[in-house]
């Protein structure tokens, strides 16, 4: 909005005009009327020059004055009196120029040095606020005190599609952006889901990102359920960002029942399963109980619903494992994934407790 207090103030080209009816009473009044204001710039305010010549063209040097004003319809308001000349009253009729003036010029410079130095630099790598306490905003990321405020470590994602319960696509190439292991957030009919990105790729004109699957929980129960509308997606590359949980509790992984059973050939008790996700590295907990079938030292796991191992070409130790039964017996998981001891368990053995804690890459 345009105020007599603009430093940068347009001109009208080859621009003459006259005092309205009613003239100018005396030099104090602010709004002065004029017989037309056709093709003067309104956006910004103007410097006008009053009695610089009369109507035959000849100067009028004691009757001269230049004024600041806005443009309203066809009056100057809000006038700044006398910034060159002497401030007075002007009969109807006196002719109006815009000019090229030391008004004009001198504060289009003071705007320019206000941040720059005479060599055209920027005079500061700061930037101030325009109203104390308030703090600056720059793409709608507002920093104050130090601090980006009422960050909750969550940064915005564009539309979010549905593909299918584990994928969904972002308009765009975001891979510059996103990657496996960051932490996504959104809304599924109005209630927050989160879940970790464990794949992206882009192929024009959209990317795709992968979600982990399997969550058990209603509270975490976090598909890009088919139906729901998805809004306010966001991702996060922080450690723990407002809202997002420390554990995902998952079902649990499906035992060969010919190595481990319920002892009827059903799957063991499960306790506990749940995992997280940081950077490139997943961490599986599980704990639960059951019955040894066959006699050897392993138990192999069929299938699970935490993300894939990178790597299962070779039998690498991913994590310890604990075994009580009558006597402990301590043993690693690999990561085809299967349970290895250092003796052999006998059939039918009842397992109370068995539980491992494992990391690997995904």
């Known amino acids: 909005m345009a105020t007599s207090n603009d430093k940068f103030k347009k001109l009208a080209r080859k621009w003459v005009g006259s005092i309205g009816a009613g003239g100018v009473a005396d030099g104090t009044v602010t709004t002065i009327p004029l017989s037309s204001s056709s093709g003067l710039p309104t956006d910004t305010a103007v410097v006008a020059t009053i009695d610089r010549v009369d109507a035959n063209g000849i100067a009028t040097p004691s009757l001269e004055e230049s004024v600041v004003g806005v443009v309203s319809g066809n009056n100057l308001v809000t006038c700044t009196r006398g910034v060159e000349g002497t401030a007075q009253a002007h009969s109807a009729g006196a002719v109006v120029e815009i000019l090229f003036t030391n008004k004009v010029w001198g504060d289009l410079i003071d705007g320019i040095l206000a941040e720059h130095s005479q060599a055209g630099a920027h005079t500061t790598d700061t930037i101030s606020e325009k109203t104390a306490d308030a703090g600056v905003t720059v793409d709608s990321l507002k920093i104050k005190d130090g601090r980006i405020a009422g960050w909750d470590g969550w940064s915005e994602l564009t539309t979010l599609t549905r593909v299918s319960d584990t994928t969904a696509t972002l308009s765009g190439?975001?891979?510059?952006?996103?990657?496996?292991?960051?932490?996504?957030?959104?809304?599924?009919?109005?209630?927050?889901?989160?879940?970790?990105?464990?794949?992206?790729?882009?192929?024009?004109?959209?990317?795709?990102?992968?979600?982990?699957?399997?969550?058990?929980?209603?509270?975490?129960?976090?598909?890009?359920?088919?139906?729901?509308?998805?809004?306010?997606?966001?991702?996060?590359?922080?450690?723990?960002?407002?809202?997002?949980?420390?554990?995902?509790?998952?079902?649990a992984p499906v035992f060969d029942v010919n190595t481990y059973d319920n002892g009827s050939g059903g799957q063991p008790t499960t306790s506990e399963c749940r995992m997280k996700i940081d950077g490139c590295q997943c961490t599986v907990h599980y704990h639960g109980s059951g019955v040894k079938a066959g006699t050897t030292n392993y138990i192999s796991i069929s299938s699970y619903s935490y993300p894939a191992v990178v790597n299962t070409t070779t039998h690498t130790a991913v994590g310890p494992l604990f075994v009580g039964t009558s006597g402990n017996i301590i043993g690693i998981i690999s990561n085809l994934v299967y349970c290895l001891y250092n003796t052999n368990i006998d059939n039918d053995v009842v397992i109370s407790h068995f539980s491992f804690t494992i990391t690997y890459e995904i």
């Open 173 to 251: 190439d975001w891979t510059d952006r996103l990657q496996k292991g960051d932490k996504l957030w959104w809304k599924s009919n109005g209630v927050s889901r989160y879940n970790y990105i464990i794949g992206i790729s882009y192929s024009a004109p959209n990317t795709t990102i992968t979600i982990t699957a399997g969550y058990v929980s209603a509270a975490n129960d976090s598909r890009f359920e088919n139906g729901q509308t998805i809004t306010e997606p966001r991702y996060s590359k922080v450690a723990n960002p407002q809202g997002f949980p420390g554990w995902f509790n998952v079902a």
